[in-house]
């Protein structure tokens, strides 16, 4: 049994919770709901018993979600972030650009925050930077270059964030964070180059954050850099942090040497152009086809401008090497022949103006599809995004292509440690403590059982928190304080951060379950009696010029309405308002049986 | 290389499209998009060498979805009707309560058809009779009794359908349906009992519809009913049509008995009290899970409207035996003990509504979980929940329950045949042609791909046609036709059958992506002066209020428009309101880079 926030079993001396854990209020604690609708304790903890100070561990984000990675360490006057990413919009947050984590407790705090760690270049974990750079005071980043030159070109895009200062890192280094925290970072392997992990040195011990990570291994089948773990492992490790995404999928990944097997095997056997889409972010892979199209004698264009870009820095830094020609414009793929040909393509997922569904609507300038073309889908579907991608496949196959995806073929691996990964990383590190972070409550549930199985350590030395909880950590144990730091999403529209509230998104999911109906009345302002017909526009209701006879009976309504009221002359509009919305809307109801937002407009005259 | 109906590949005599297939419009047909933007072709195709007359197979539905099930085959003056059912709303069709076929085609021909066969009870295969059963005239309805009274079951909704007229029929039995056309019936098993499949003897041949089927095994593993499928194939086929929702999954479907094997071990193994969600259609997995439940001296309640009547149905024929006091109402659940209590659940895929999240909310009358709670979620993800399915396991796994999914253990199974399955299905039946029948192109194009490998057959034998399009069938080979039927959606949405439309929907997803802003103007009808400040009203925009600033300059910028006009004694108000639309339309685009539906409404006074 893994510690939930909310039970409060015992064990050992420091590790309980009874001691520290705020009381249940009242009896029946375990049928209260979901814990975080328990209310914030009233009472102060008690302090440590030897007089320590904690390390407090805070997720901004990252728990709850997939994505919006942005957790902070914080020792006496000094703090240290880890990621400051984004989130993609999902399907409670219709329009929304991506959502950001608040950082409002960091704000207050901002000349307490020593540094920025970036673990890796992928957005969940840089894509807030230009969001609240300034907000944090602009505070150094440490990073490695990839991620550095992620981040830059991302700055064109935000010309009045502040120039970001970074301090470059390398696998292997320790550098000082203030006076209190040290950083040593050792090389992880994942699906963009420049990733590491963290062993933080802090006065209660090692706190060890690897980033993301999955296995990797040599051409042999030999897994790869087990002895930077155990080295990780030999320091003593009091905390061990660790990515809960894959903590539901059994096994160990595919190793990537068998994805571009698998590959190079597809493209080899293609007899006329090849299109693979994948990631734009997998810049590993997009190396290896690149260089399996050398190989085979095939020219590259890239259609995205993502992936474009990405490939554009990985070279620039020379971490991935082309023949001077492999690359091609789009323009002068008609120079060649099409089995001659690989074109790498951005939008996989079906997104309505990616690549892919240009290509598979023939919207494409440069590429229309035809039978013998070999389509790859090197990648696996975002949930969400299963019928988009569905209808990519259909139209794709319906002009004569022939289509693999990952479900066919082994050509494609996350680069998410699954379980046996996370344990066998468990057993190396051999913490004494363990949070499970990056994932849904389930997930980190889960990966918590599992330090608890792997680790024989107590449920309260794996302990599953939540955004905004604060984490004490200390020499001899972990403990969670009753503290609460806001959290909730901090919502990116346009131009506008943070003005989309639970208002409007609201509104927006009502307007389009049920559409609207918008009813302007004009009455005279001295003796209320109406003036000209009512106004009625409606949208996503129903088609209401071929409803001649429902607007007639709305007109009708809203005239009986204001005849039944006696004393026109004092119209209190509001409540003339509440009225129309009330009756209309029940009206509507009774003939349609939709209730679409009924918006009533009163004009004076 | 399967057939596409655009390629034009030809072998063999008859069964080329060479002689038949509407010619390709102009050079490059391979250049061309889809196919269903092909336009139909204007001229009539040659009579049959022989001079034999076809039966003409057409899918109103069923093809290029899963789920709105319904095809026909015509014989002459004679139509009969294999299934009729609906299809649940998807991301693009937003607040739709389900779709239907199109029947226009039949309504013109509603004297002709002589059955509607209804191969089982699920919704996708019955779902749409009470909407269109009228507009057919009612014809008998042939199916086995569990079916009819699912069918008559649903009837209460829907009194001003007619009553159905229910044509009785068994495995083994043939009826005769018309002149030209006999069935007979033979029994398969699915997840829902008294399941068929059809082979009908018509004038070119016997053509088999198999309804939806998977392997049923013996408690010792051993296949069961693999004779039925022999004497199928033993009677000659000339055409198979096979289910391809299975047909991207590898290998054979896990046997119903290990899945009972495996909740029978979960079940014992609990404490507490059980939990167990699955489809409320899956009513052979129902009665399993009680049978489960009385051997283990356990009391069932059930929370669940549509999961109560499809036992309560299941139990009234005798399909499903269980002793007297074993079902328990959920207001008695108080009077027994944690360890004597099982509660089957509807709403495993996290319906807002349904009872398992109200039970994870805390809002459910009778349950209240809490720790030592298992919960059993006996089914698969539909596409679209994954976020609240998580959600759903999230918030239960907070309270203390321990959640079992399907991921975890072998505790669901689907009841659509996997690849093998269907290969073994048509090596039995032996058909000498091939239909690929439910689902997405790409799965009834590795169906009809299947087809060719195991049967041999060419892909001019194992056609992947589309919704509307019409087959004809001879006694020595199938040819396309360039014939097209109506097959739009027709969107249920409330009362209205219909009324929903391309539009509706449109406006629908852009009020839920960008919000809608409606600006009023009062204008005199004389002298086009501008009468009082206008009105404004936004939804799913932002929140206005708080962006007063951004108010006064849309009122000032419509001053402005109205000011520029010239003569405004004769205002156009059309060309007005499109001035308004545009300008105000790019003046919040350039303000906040959104744009919401923009709204004029011009009151003359």
Redesign the interface.
């Known amino acids: 049994m893994v510690t939930?926030t909310?039970?409060n079993q015992s064990k050992g001396e420091f590790h309980g919770r009874r001691s520290y854990a705020p009381r249940p209020h009242g009896h029946g604690a375990?049928?209260?709901?979901?814990?975080?609708?328990r209310p914030v304790a009233e009472h102060k903890p008690a302090p440590h018993p030897k007089g320590e100070e904690p390390v407090r561990f805070i997720a901004l984000g990252g728990l709850?979600e997939i994505g919006r990675n942005m957790m902070l360490l914080e020792y006496k006057d000094e703090i240290v972030i880890i990621d400051v990413g984004l989130q993609f919009p999902?399907?409670?947050t219709?329009?929304v650009d991506c959502i950001i984590p608040n950082v409002a407790y960091l704000e207050k705090k901002r000349k307490n925050i020593k540094a920025i760690v970036i673990t890796h270049g992928h957005y969940d974990h840089i894509g807030a930077l230009p969001y609240v750079l300034e907000k944090l005071g602009n505070p150094p980043i440490y990073t490695t270059i990839l991620s550095k030159e992620v981040i830059m070109k991302r700055q064109d895009d935000f010309p009045n964030s502040p120039t970001p200062r970074f301090q470059l890192v390398k696998g292997g280094e320790t550098h000082q964070l203030g006076r209190y925290f040290s950083a040593t970072f050792f090389d992880v392997a994942h699906n963009i180059p420049d990733g590491f992990g963290i062993i933080f040195r802090t006065p209660v011990g090692n706190i060890v954050h690897p980033g993301e990570f999955k296995f990797d291994y040599n051409a042999d089948g030999t897994p790869r850099g087990m002895d930077t773990w155990e080295r990780v492992g030999a320091e003593g490790i009091n905390t061990l942090m660790l990515d809960s995404t894959g903590a539901?999928t059994p096994g160990f990944a595919l190793s990537e040497r068998v994805v571009e097997e698998e590959l190079r095997k597809l493209i080899a056997a293609a007899s006329g152009r090849v299109l693979v889409g994948t990631f734009a972010s997998l810049i590993d892979r997009l190396g290896e086809i690149v260089k399996i199209a050398e190989d085979l004698g095939r020219k590259v264009a890239i259609s995205g401008l993502s992936m474009k870009t990405n490939l554009q820095i990985a070279q620039n830094l020379g971490y991935l090497h082309f023949k001077k020609d492999t690359l091609i414009p789009l323009e002068e793929l008609h120079k060649h022949k099409d089995e001659k040909i690989l074109i790498l393509c951005t939008g996989a997922q079906g997104e309505p103006k990616g690549s892919f569904m240009r290509i598979?609507?023939?919207e494409h300038k440069h590429i229309?599809l035809?039978?013998g073309d070999t389509v790859i889908l090197s990648s696996s579907i975002v949930?969400?995004n299963?019928?988009s991608v569905?209808t990519l496949?259909?139209?794709m196959?319906?002009?004569?292509a022939l289509?693999y995806h990952n479900?066919?073929l082994s050509i494609h691996s996350s680069g998410h440690a699954p379980q046996e990964e996370l344990k066998a990383v468990m057993r190396m590190v051999k913490p004494k403590n363990f949070i499970p972070i990056h994932g849904?409550?389930?997930m980190r549930?889960r990966n918590a059982k599992h330090a608890q199985e792997v680790l024989g350590i107590s449920p309260n030395q794996a302990i599953v928190t939540d955004n905004g909880h604060v984490l004490e950590i200390y020499s001899d144990g972990i403990r969670q304080s009753s503290e609460r730091v806001p959290v909730d999403y901090v919502m990116v529209?346009?131009?506008?951060v943070g003005?989309?509230?639970e208002?409007?998104?609201r509104?927006?999911?009502t307007?389009?379950?049920?559409?609207?109906v918008?009813i302007?009345t004009?009455i005279g302002k001295s003796d209320g009696r109406v003036?000209?017909n009512p106004?009625i526009?409606s949208?996503?209701?129903?088609?209401l010029k071929?409803?001649q006879g429902l607007l007639d009976e709305i007109r009708k309504r809203i005239r009986g309405i204001i005849g039944r009221i006696p004393n026109k002359e004092n119209l209190d509009s509001d409540y003339l308002k509440t009225l129309i919305r009330d009756q209309i809307g029940l009206f509507l109801f009774n003939?349609?049986?939709?209730r679409p937002?009924v918006?009533p407009?009163i004009?004076e005259?």
Chains 1, 2 share one sequence.
């Not at 307007?511 to 609207?516: D, R």
């Open positions: 939930h909310r039970t375990s049928h209260r709901p979901a814990h975080h609708m709850d999902e399907v409670d219709p329009g539901e598979a609507n023939g229309k035809k039978a949930p969400g299963e019928k569905q496949r259909d139209n196959a319906r002009q004569g289509i479900k066919m849904y409550y389930f549930w529209d346009g131009l506008g003005d989309v509230g208002v409007v998104l509104d927006r999911i307007l389009s379950q049920e559409g609207m918008v302007i004009t003036i000209k106004d526009i949208r996503g209701f129903i088609y071929e409803h003939k349609t049986k939709r937002m918006l407009v004009i005259i």
